[in-house]
Nanobody, 123 residues
Framework: VQLQASGGGLVQVGDSLSLSCAAS????????MGWFRQAPGREREFVAA????????RYAEPVKGRFTISRHNGENTVYLQMNNLKPEDTALYYC?????????????????WGQGTQVTVSS
């Protein structure tokens, strides 16, 4: 399984970024997907998750109303649209593939991880 995340960068407070994660080597259309992030000196934390069909989503409280997770099963890609970015959103963002079709916020339920893409929000 390979997960290739992209789209990170350096932005200003209030700006937007769109992350993408291209997946291969798995039955993407039957796999729950998620985004996690890790800031320096902090543990990895859940950001957003989406079910295999895209009909169910979950968000961490700090990003609700600002971030949107979506997927295109025909292109084996999951996205994370991030709006109104804040300095506390600065982190390395990882996409991950779940063990099954379900939606989950638990990192232990994800068994494949991408390499991460850096998001830096400058004030």
């Amino acid at each position: 399984v390979q997960l290739q995340a992209s789209g990170g960068g350096l932005v200003q407070v209030g700006d937007s970024l769109s992350l993408s994660c291209a997946a291969s080597g798995l039955t993407f259309s039957y796999t729950g997907m998620g985004w996690f992030r890790q800031a320096p000196g902090r543990e990895r934390e859940f950001v957003a998750a989406i079910s295999w069909a895209g009909t169910k989503t979950r968000y961490a409280e700090p990003v609700k109303g600002r971030f949107t997770i979506s997927r295109h099963n025909g292109e084996n890609t999951v996205y994370l649209q991030m709006n109104n970015l804040k300095p506390e959103d600065t982190a390395l963002y990882y996409c991950a593939a779940a063990r099954g079709t379900f939606i989950t916020t638990d990192s232990y339920e994800y068994d494949s991880w991408g390499q991460g893409t850096q998001v830096t929000v400058s004030s």
